[in-house]
Structures are given as C-alpha cells and as structure tokens.
C-alpha cells in the first residue's frame, strides 16, 4: 500500500512545479527577447546603409557645401557610422550563445586572426604585441572566443595613452582546472570606481573621442565567457594601463 504524501511533501511538489513552470517562462522570455534583438538590429541595417549611400553623394560633392554643410555632412558621418557600429555590436551580443560548442578551438589559430584583423590597426599606432601562451586547445564556438580576444586586444589598442605606442602583452598559465589569460597594456588606464560599471551595457567611461567604443564590447566578453562557466577581472592605474584577466576552459 502507498504511502500517502504528508502535507511537507505536498508542499515540496508543489513548490518543484513552481519552479519548473518559472525555469520555461524564462527559457521562453530569454528566446524572444533574443529574437527580438535579432530582428531589430538586423531591420535597422537597410535605413542605415540607405543613409550611409546618400552621404556618399553628399561627400561627392562637398566643394559645393558652404562651411555648415561641410560640417554637417562631417557630424552625421561620425553619428551614422557610431550608430552602425552600435547596431553590429547589439547584433553580435544577441547571437552570443547560439553557435554550436562542439569545435575544437585553438587559441593560438584563434590569435592569429585577431592579430591579422587588426594589423592595419598595430601598425597605424606602431604598437608592439608579444605574446607568450601555451598550445591551448578546448571545445567550444570558435567565433564567441574571437569575439573575445578581438574585443580585448581591439580595446588594448584603442585606449592608449596620446604621444604612447601602445605595447601590449598576452600571456597564459595553465591552472588545476582552467586556463588563466591576461591581456596587459600601457594604455589610459580605468579608475577602480568604475571596475563593475564597465561590464554592463551601454555603458562607457566619459572620453572626447566617441569612436573608440559603444560600451557593448566588455559585456559581450562577459557574456562568452559564462557560457564556459568562467569570470574575467582586471586591475588598472590611471595612466600606466590596463590588465584583464580572464579564465578558460582547459579541456
């Protein structure tokens, strides 16, 4: 004969199914919200480049504009190119762990095209890279990790100190359980008040040169590396640089 179910047990059931039907609601919520990002940076594209298209002529045919549509034309080139920038990263953000995570990943392969992607960059800025990291390899998505590395080294370049070529150091060590990476510069450095704040969205720290970030990049290495159950950290001086951290699956 069953043993009929106490109150506590009946409580305990009930509670499960709460919990239950609360996990699907936001498995649901957390689909259509990306959806929704997906739409609409991907509907946005077309106006934009419209935009972009007629700016073209406009630029064509500058020498005919008088100083304030000279200026004008150069403003909304800055803002539609900012704008456009802003969309990709939204774009990409929204896509974040919806690539397959069964690729063998090298993050030496992976460093390679980061550094051949931003070479016209390093040699612009005449900066010095030097990397010292172990073969690596683990499972995972191969565009989410080079979205990392490229965020991280992207931002390493870009936040240099004026008058500085930037140097920029990527190392490894291989800990018990994961990889530890850093990415250290000589850049502007971040003041300590704003460690946390930078990680979230949209948010970025006051600069005159508005086209070194959209406050999208930091969050959307945060983003991958949960995925992989990891963390990243840094410490920063004010004008001395930057070290990030972060860990890595070792397997």
């Not at 609360?22 to 919200?33: C, D, G, I, M, W």
């Not at 490894?172 to 704040?197: A, M, P």
């Not at 990891?230 to 890595?248: A, D, H, P, R």
């Amino acid at each position: 004969m069953e043993k009929e179910n106490t109150q506590e047990d009946k409580d305990i059931i009930r509670k499960n199914e709460e919990l239950l039907a609360l996990n699907r609601s936001l498995v649901s919520q957390n689909k259509e919200l990306k959806q929704f990002a997906y739409l609409a940076t991907h509907d946005l594209q077309q106006p934009l480049n419209n935009i972009i298209s007629f700016l073209s002529l406009l630029e064509e045919n500058k020498n005919n504009l008088d100083d304030l549509g000279k200026t004008s034309v150069d403003v909304i080139k800055k803002s539609t190119y900012k704008m456009k920038r802003l969309i990709n990263s939204l774009l990409e953000l929204s896509l974040i762990g919806n690539d397959k995570h069964d690729e063998l990943i090298s993050v030496d392969e992976i460093l390679k095209n980061v550094l051949e992607k931003l070479s016209d960059k390093i040699l612009v800025s005449n900066a010095k890279v030097n990397i010292n990291v172990d073969s690596h390899q683990f499972k995972g998505s191969k565009n989410v990790i080079y979205l990392l590395f490229l965020n991280l080294i992207e931002n390493a370049l870009n936040f240099s100190r004026k008058g500085i070529h930037p140097e920029i150091h990527i190392n490894s060590k291989k800990e018990t359980s994961h990889y530890e990476y850093s990415i250290t510069d000589n850049g502007i450095g971040i003041d300590e008040k704003y460690f946390d704040e930078i990680f979230k969205i949209f948010y970025t720290i006051e600069n005159k040169d508005e086209s070194k970030g959209v406050g999208i990049g930091l969050p959307q290495c945060k983003k991958i590396l949960q995925l992989y159950n990891c963390k990243i950290w840094l410490e920063s001086t004010i004008n001395q640089g930057t070290k990030v951290y972060f860990t890595l699956p070792n397997s």
